[in-house]
C-alpha cells in the first residue's frame, strides 16, 4: 500500500517527490496524465510538450502557467517518506546538529561544547546553514537554467539560418539547373531563327535567362583563397581533387558580380584578359559557323560555349577536359531539400515571394540529398502568429494563393496549423470547398474542412481535443477573417468559414485567423462556386520570411 501511495505521489519523469515551488504537479488537459512542472518546462518546445508517457502533443497554455494540483500536493507533503539524516559525529555518535563556520565544520553537541563556544568561532544551527545552502544552490540553479536558455535560444537561431541557407541553396541550384536548360535548348534552336521576330524573341530569352541567374549571389559559396597561389583568385570550376588549377590572371567573381549589379563596362581590365575575350569570341564564331556548315552535336556546343563562358582564363593554361567532366559527375545536381516526418512523408521546401514556404506533407517519392526533421523545422514557425497558405483552383484553372495569419495562442488556430501542414496525418489538400454562406449578402463566406483521411476517406472530424468555442473569441463579421463553423460539436472541428463581406452589427462565435493577401483569390472562388468546384490544391505554412 505504502509503494502504491509512493507511485501515485511521485513525478513519472524524474522520480521526486511532488513538493512545493521545485517539483508542483501539474496535468497535461489533453490526456490526463500528472508530471511536475519542472520536468514538464523541460520538455517543452514553442509551446508544445508531448506528453512522457502516451506522446500525445499538448498544444495550449504554457507549462509554466498550467493549475497546480493542490489536493495531490497536501497529499505528498502529508505521506512523503521523510529525508535520510545525515550520519552521526565520528567522535561522540551523536547527531551533528550544529555548523562552524570558521572551521567549516558539522559539530555535535560534545564537539561544540568541546572545542567551538571559545572566541572566534561561529557556530549557529545546522538548519540554518541548511537553509542558507539551499539559497545559494537555487540561486546557482537559477542562474545556470538562464545560462542555458540563452544558448539553447542561440543554438535554435543558427540552426534556424543553416536551415534556411540550405533551402535558399537548393532553390538557387535548380534556378541555375533549369537555365541551363534552357540555354541548351535555345541554342539547339539557333538554325531555326530565320527572321527578325525570333532573332528579338531568342534574344529576350537569353537576357531573361542572364538575369535571373546574375541574380544568385556567389559570395555566399565563397572559397577560400588559401589554396590559391598569390597571384590568383580562385575558379571553382577548373580545380580538380588533386591539384587546384593555378591562373596566373582571372577575373574576380565579386568584382564581376558588382559590375553586372551597377550595370557598369565589363570590358577586359588588363592586355591579357583582352587577348583571352578575343580568343574567345573567334572560337565561339568558328564553331557556330560549323555548326550551321556541318550540323555537328549541339550537345558539345552548348557545353564548351557554357565552359568557356565561365571563365576567362590565361590561353597557355592546359586544361583536362575529361578531369573535369568526371569532376562535376561526382556532386548531384540540382540540389534537393525535403522536410521529413517521423512517419516517412516529406514535404518539400521552397522560396516563394521572399519567404521561406513548406508544403504538406505527403507520401510522395522525392530524390532529395537533403532531409531535414519536421521537429527541427517546426522551430522556424511562429508561436505567436503562424502563417500557412492555400493554394486553389477549380477545373485545372488555378486562381491563386491566399495567405492567412493565426492567432498561435488558440487551439483551434493550431488544429488548422497541423492540417495545414499534416503534421497529424490528414492535411486540406485536395479538400474541396463545400459551400458558400449568405451568397452575396453581407456576412457571405466560403465553407470548407473536408478533409482527405488515410483511408482515403472523407472526414470532419477534430484532430486536437479541446477547442475554443464562443465567450471572448466572439468577433463582429468582416472580410477576411478565418472562422470556426464547427458549432462546438468536436466532431465537427475541421469545418472552417473564411469571411468575403463584411456585416457590421453581427458575430462569428470564434475567429481563429485573418487572411492577410490576395483576398481576391477568395472572391473568385465564390464565383466559380456557381459552376465548377474549388479545392485546395496545395497547402503549407511559411517557415521564415526572406534573409
Same mark, same amino acid.
Given at each position: 500500500?505504502?509503494?502504491?501511495?509512493?507511485?501515485?505521489?511521485?513525478?513519472?519523469?524524474?522520480?521526486?517527490?511532488?513538493?512545493?515551488?521545485?517539483?508542483?504537479?501539474?496535468?497535461?488537459?489533453?490526456?490526463?496524465?500528472?508530471?511536475?512542472?519542472?520536468?514538464?518546462?523541460?520538455?517543452?518546445?514553442?509551446? !508544445?510538450?508531448?506528453?512522457?508517457?502516451?506522446?500525445?502533443?499538448?498544444?495550449? @497554455?504554457?507549462?509554466?502557467?498550467?493549475?497546480?494540483?493542490?489536493?495531490?500536493?497536501?497529499?505528498? =507533503?502529508?505521506?512523503? !517518506?521523510?529525508?535520510?539524516?545525515?550520519?552521526?559525529?565520528?567522535?561522540?555518535?551523536?547527531?551533528?546538529?550544529?555548523?562552524?563556520?570558521?572551521?567549516?565544520?558539522?559539530?555535535?553537541?560534545?564537539?561544540?561544547?568541546? *572545542?567551538?563556544?571559545?572566541?572566534?568561532?561561529?557556530?549557529?544551527? *545546522?538548519?540554518? #546553514?541548511?537553509?542558507?545552502?539551499?539559497?545559494?544552490?537555487?540561486?546557482?540553479?537559477?542562474?545556470?537554467?538562464?545560462?542555458? %536558455?540563452?544558448?539553447? =535560444?542561440?543554438?535554435?537561431?543558427?540552426?534556424? =539560418?543553416?536551415?534556411?541557407?540550405?533551402?535558399?541553396?537548393?532553390?538557387?541550384?535548380?534556378?541555375?539547373?533549369?537555365?541551363?536548360?534552357?540555354?541548351?535548348?535555345?541554342?539547339?534552336?539557333?538554325?531555326?531563327?530565320?527572321?527578325?521576330?525570333?532573332?528579338?524573341?531568342?534574344?529576350?530569352?537569353?537576357?531573361?535567362?542572364?538575369?535571373?541567374?546574375?541574380?544568385?549571389?556567389?559570395?555566399?559559396?565563397?572559397?577560400?583563397?588559401?589554396?590559391?597561389?598569390?597571384?590568383?583568385?580562385?575558379?571553382?570550376?577548373?580545380?580538380?581533387?588533386?591539384?587546384?588549377?593555378?591562373?596566373?590572371?582571372?577575373? @574576380?567573381?565579386?568584382?564581376?558580380? %558588382?559590375?553586372?549589379?551597377?550595370?557598369?563596362?565589363?570590358?577586359?581590365?588588363?592586355?591579357?584578359?583582352?587577348?583571352?575575350?578575343?580568343?574567345?569570341?573567334?572560337?565561339?564564331?568558328?564553331?557556330?559557323?560549323?555548326?550551321?556548315?556541318?550540323?555537328?552535336?549541339?550537345?558539345?556546343?552548348?557545353?564548351?560555349? @557554357?565552359?568557356?563562358?565561365?571563365?576567362?582564363?590565361?590561353?597557355?593554361?592546359?586544361?583536362?577536359?575529361?578531369?573535369?567532366?568526371?569532376?562535376?559527375?561526382?556532386?548531384? $545536381?540540382?540540389?534537393?531539400?525535403?522536410?521529413?516526418?517521423?512517419?516517412?512523408?516529406?514535404?518539400?521546401?521552397? $522560396?516563394?515571394?521572399?519567404?521561406?514556404?513548406?508544403?504538406?506533407?505527403?507520401?510522395?517519392?522525392?530524390?532529395?540529398?537533403?532531409?531535414?526533421?519536421?521537429?527541427?523545422?517546426?522551430?522556424?514557425?511562429?508561436?505567436?502568429?503562424?502563417?500557412?497558405?492555400?493554394?486553389?483552383?477549380?477545373?485545372?484553372?488555378?486562381?491563386?494563393?491566399?495567405?492567412?495569419?493565426?492567432?498561435?495562442?488558440?487551439?483551434?488556430?493550431?488544429? #488548422?496549423?497541423?492540417?495545414?501542414?499534416?503534421?497529424?496525418?490528414?492535411?486540406?489538400? #485536395?479538400?474541396?470547398?463545400?459551400?458558400?454562406? !449568405?451568397?452575396?449578402?453581407?456576412? =457571405?463566406?466560403?465553407?470548407?474542412?473536408?478533409?482527405?483521411?488515410?483511408?482515403?476517406?472523407?472526414?470532419?472530424?477534430?484532430?486536437?481535443?479541446?477547442? %475554443? $468555442?464562443?465567450?471572448?473569441?466572439?468577433?463582429?463579421?468582416?472580410?477576411?477573417?478565418?472562422? *470556426?463553423?464547427?458549432?462546438?460539436?468536436?466532431? %465537427?472541428?475541421?469545418?472552417?468559414?473564411?469571411?468575403?463581406?463584411?456585416?457590421?452589427?453581427?458575430? #462569428?462565435?470564434?475567429?481563429?485567423?485573418?487572411?492577410?493577401?490576395?483576398?481576391?483569390?477568395?472572391?473568385?472562388?465564390?464565383?466559380?462556386?456557381?459552376?465548377?468546384?474549388?479545392?485546395?490544391?496545395?497547402?503549407?505554412?511559411?517557415?521564415?520570411?526572406?534573409?
Amino acid at each position: 500500500m505504502q509503494d502504491e501511495m509512493d507511485t501515485e505521489l511521485t513525478c513519472p519523469v524524474c522520480q521526486e517527490i511532488y513538493t512545493k515551488d521545485l517539483r508542483e504537479p501539474v496535468l497535461l488537459p489533453g490526456c490526463g496524465h500528472t508530471f511536475c512542472r519542472t520536468c514538464l518546462c523541460s520538455v517543452e518546445t514553442s509551446g !508544445k510538450v508531448l506528453c512522457p508517457t502516451c506522446r500525445k502533443r499538448h498544444i495550449g @497554455s504554457p507549462m509554466s502557467s498550467l493549475p497546480t494540483i493542490y489536493a495531490l500536493l497536501s497529499l505528498s =507533503e502529508k505521506y512523503k !517518506k521523510p529525508l535520510n539524516t545525515e550520519a552521526p559525529c565520528l567522535h561522540h555518535g551523536s547527531p551533528l546538529e550544529f555548523w562552524c563556520r570558521r572551521c567549516q565544520e558539522a559539530l555535535c553537541g560534545h564537539c561544540l561544547l568541546a *572545542g567551538h563556544l571559545r572566541e572566534g568561532h561561529v557556530v549557529e544551527k *545546522g538548519s540554518v #546553514f541548511v537553509a542558507e545552502k539551499k539559497d545559494e544552490i537555487l540561486s546557482s540553479i537559477a542562474h545556470l537554467v538562464n545560462e542555458v %536558455e540563452m544558448k539553447k =535560444e542561440l543554438i535554435i537561431k543558427q540552426m534556424g =539560418e543553416l536551415i534556411i541557407q540550405i533551402a535558399l541553396n537548393t532553390e538557387e541550384s535548380q534556378i541555375l539547373h533549369d537555365s541551363k536548360t534552357e540555354a541548351e535548348n535555345i541554342l539547339k534552336d539557333i538554325p531555326n531563327v530565320n527572321c527578325i521576330d525570333s532573332a528579338l524573341t531568342s534574344q529576350v530569352l537569353v537576357n531573361s535567362l542572364q538575369m535571373g541567374t546574375q541574380k544568385i549571389p556567389l559570395s555566399r559559396t565563397k572559397m577560400s583563397d588559401s589554396s590559391f597561389c598569390d597571384k590568383c583568385k580562385p575558379c571553382p570550376d577548373m580545380e580538380t581533387e588533386s591539384h587546384p588549377v593555378r591562373l596566373e590572371s582571372c577575373t @574576380s567573381v565579386e568584382e564581376d558580380a %558588382e559590375d553586372n549589379r551597377e550595370g557598369m563596362n565589363t570590358e577586359p581590365h588588363s592586355p591579357l584578359e583582352k587577348e583571352a575575350n578575343e580568343s574567345f569570341k573567334y572560337q565561339v564564331n568558328e564553331t557556330t559557323d560549323k555548326y550551321l556548315g556541318e550540323s555537328i552535336n549541339m550537345g558539345h556546343v552548348a557545353g564548351e560555349v @557554357s565552359e568557356r563562358n565561365s571563365l576567362v582564363c590565361s590561353k597557355n593554361e592546359n586544361l583536362n577536359q575529361s578531369n573535369l567532366i568526371a569532376l562535376r559527375t561526382k556532386a548531384p $545536381w540540382p540540389l534537393r531539400c525535403y522536410v521529413v516526418g517521423n512517419d516517412g512523408r516529406t514535404g518539400k521546401l521552397k $522560396w516563394e515571394n521572399d519567404k521561406l514556404h513548406m508544403y504538406s506533407l505527403s507520401r510522395t517519392q522525392n530524390d532529395a540529398q537533403f532531409m531535414i526533421q519536421l521537429s527541427v523545422v517546426e522551430w522556424l514557425i511562429s508561436a505567436e502568429s503562424p502563417e500557412v497558405f492555400l493554394d486553389l483552383g477549380s477545373d485545372q484553372h488555378y486562381l491563386g494563393r491566399v495567405y492567412i495569419r493565426l492567432y498561435g495562442h488558440l487551439r483551434r488556430a493550431q488544429h #488548422f496549423l497541423a492540417l495545414c501542414l499534416g503534421s497529424l496525418g490528414p492535411s486540406y489538400k #485536395f479538400s474541396k470547398f463545400h459551400g458558400v454562406a !449568405k451568397r452575396g449578402a453581407p456576412g =457571405e463566406t466560403l465553407a470548407g474542412g473536408k478533409y482527405i483521411t488515410s483511408e482515403n476517406t472523407i472526414s470532419i472530424q477534430g484532430l486536437i481535443p479541446g477547442l %475554443e $468555442w464562443g465567450g471572448h473569441h466572439i468577433s463582429e463579421k468582416r472580410a477576411g477573417l478565418v472562422v *470556426g463553423a464547427s458549432g462546438g460539436r468536436p466532431t %465537427e472541428d475541421a469545418f472552417f468559414h473564411i469571411c468575403t463581406k463584411d456585416h457590421i452589427g453581427r458575430k #462569428f462565435a470564434c475567429v481563429f485567423g485573418e487572411v492577410v493577401s490576395e483576398m481576391q483569390v477568395l472572391r473568385d472562388a465564390v464565383h466559380h462556386m456557381l459552376q465548377s468546384d474549388v479545392q485546395i490544391t496545395d497547402v503549407g505554412v511559411i517557415l521564415s520570411q526572406g534573409i
